[in-house]
Structure formats: C-alpha cells, structure tokens
C-alpha cells in the first residue's frame, strides 16, 4: 500500500508540474475567435485569458530583498531542496520493492539527475518570495524580521521542526485510534469487518474453547475390546496321606 501511495504521489505530482503539451501536428493550433462566453445569474465571470497571460507586476527590489532575508534566517528557504530530497527518498524507498538490488543505484542516480533538473529549488524559493509579497506588506516583513532576529525568534525557528513533527505523530495517532474505535463499533452491523480488524482491547476477550472429555469406549465407532479375562486359579492337589 505504502508503495502504490508513494507512486501515485509522485505521478500526481509529475503530472501537476508538467506543462503543457501542444496538440499533434507540430505547432500549437491558434484557437478560433470565438464568442464571450455568457455569464450565468449568481456566477462569476471568468478571467479573460488575456489578462491571465500577462506578466505579474514587477516586484519592488527592496522588498523583495527583505522578503529573501526573512527566507532565510527563518530556512524557508531550503524548502525546495527539502522537497527534493524527501520525494527521491519516497522514490527510492518505492522503487526498491519493484526494482532488483543491482539496479537500484543506477536508477536512482538517473532519476535524481532528471529531478534535479526539471525541479530547480530555487524556483520553489521564487514562488515563496512571490507568495509573500502579496499576503504581506514591506512594514510586515520587516516586523516579522524582527521578531525572528530576537533570541526568542531564534529559538521558534530551531524548535519547531520537532515541535512539528511531534504534533503530526499525535494528530495520526489520535486519528487512527478514532478510526478504529470507529470500525469497531460498526462491527455488528458490518461482520466483515470482524475478519478485517484486529480484536477490539474493550471487549473482553472469548474464552478459549474447552477440549472434549475423553470419549469412552466405542464412542468413537471403533469396537470396544473384549474385557480381560481373569486366569483360572488351579487348586492344589490334595496330598495322600502317608502310611
């Protein structure tokens, strides 16, 4: 299961980041005119693709300086090599199930080679840039800054990977917990899911069954044997009395 999850992730996540494809026939067909679509009542108009194509604003270079700052003194910006490194590591520890040994390592090497260049890091830390630009202003920037220059700022950023990592555990172990108490209760209503499941820990446990008395003579169909004869005891001979 791990395995097939691992697999469908990074498809997914190919496909997402792939671009577009031109359509058979060489170049890219130009789309005939055609008329502006009708607005229902209560929709929203759709953005003109125009508009969409067109380059975003320039962003100002003071700002975007300080926003590469806040980066990375809080190590946002390693995310893109983060990323990289943890999908070869789902790839790798996927593949090896379906791939032989021998051929692991040169596998890898390729795949890495072709990641590497197709998923720059740096592009992740340029749509992080983008990102914040437009959720935050060069005043909240710079507070933000400040707070994480502080000692205490300081100490946010090197605990909460843990602190992170620590609550995820505990969200999937309260999660999965639930789940089963969940399953568990639909047991009478779906048996199936007795085979499925493992023993519910609040129900007490059936006692195992008692083993049969040792069944008596010829309760297994088997001819009972004949009861033992006792020997005759022979009686002595009487002794003639002496003359």
């Given at each position: 299961?791990?395995?097939?999850?691992?697999?469908?992730?990074?498809?997914?996540?190919?496909?997402?980041?792939?671009?577009?494809?031109?359509?058979?026939?060489?170049?890219?067909?130009?789309?005939?005119?055609?008329?502006?679509?009708?607005?229902?009542?209560?929709?929203?108009?759709?953005?003109?693709?125009?508009?969409?194509?067109?380059?975003?604003?320039?962003?100002?270079?003071?700002?975007?300086?300080?926003?590469?700052?806040?980066?990375?003194?809080?190590?946002?910006?390693?995310?893109?090599?983060?990323?990289?490194?943890?999908?070869?590591?789902?790839?790798?520890?996927?593949?090896?199930r379906a791939i032989p040994p021998e051929q692991m390592t040169k596998f890898m090497e390729t795949?890495?080679?072709?990641?590497?260049?197709?998923?720059?890091?740096?592009?992740?830390?340029?749509?992080?840039?983008?990102?914040?630009?437009?959720?935050?202003?060069?005043?909240?920037?710079?507070?933000?800054?400040?707070?994480?220059?502080?000692?205490?700022?300081?100490?946010?950023?090197?605990?909460?990977?843990?602190?992170?990592?620590?609550?995820?555990?505990?969200?999937?172990?309260?999660?999965?917990?639930?789940?089963?108490?969940?399953?568990?209760?639909?047991?009478?209503?779906?048996?199936?899911?007795?085979?499925?499941?493992?023993?519910?820990?609040?129900?007490?446990?059936?006692?195992?069954?008692?083993?049969?008395?040792?069944?008596?003579?010829?309760?297994?169909?088997?001819?009972?044997?004949?009861?033992?004869?006792?020997?005759?005891?022979?009686?002595?001979?009487p002794t003639p009395p002496q003359q």
């Open positions: 299961m791990k395995f097939r999850m691992a697999l469908i992730a990074a498809v997914l996540c190919t496909a997402m980041a792939a671009p577009a494809q031109t359509p058979p026939g060489g170049a890219q067909q130009k789309p005939a005119q055609q008329a502006a679509p009708s607005v229902q009542p209560g929709q929203a108009a759709k953005p003109d693709a125009t508009a969409a194509a067109a380059p975003a604003e320039k962003l100002d270079p003071a700002k975007e300086a300080a926003i590469r700052h806040l980066l990375d003194i809080t190590g946002e910006s390693k995310e893109g090599e983060n990323l990289i490194a943890g999908w070869t590591s789902r790839v790798h520890d996927g593949m090896s795949f890495s080679a072709k990641f590497s260049a197709s998923a720059s890091p740096t592009a992740v830390t340029d749509s992080m840039v983008t990102i914040y630009a437009r959720h935050f202003s060069m005043e909240d920037i710079q507070g933000i800054t400040k707070f994480y220059e502080s000692p205490l700022g300081q100490r946010m950023v090197k605990e909460m990977p843990d602190v992170s990592r620590e609550s995820q555990t505990a969200g999937v172990q309260l999660d999965q917990k639930v789940v089963m108490q969940v399953l568990w209760g639909m047991e009478d209503e779906y048996p199936q899911l007795k085979k499925m499941l493992p023993p519910d820990p609040s129900k007490p446990t059936p006692p195992p069954p008692t083993p049969d008395a040792a069944p008596g003579p010829g309760a297994s169909g088997a001819p009972s044997a004949a009861p033992a004869t006792p020997a005759p005891t022979l009686a002595p001979k």
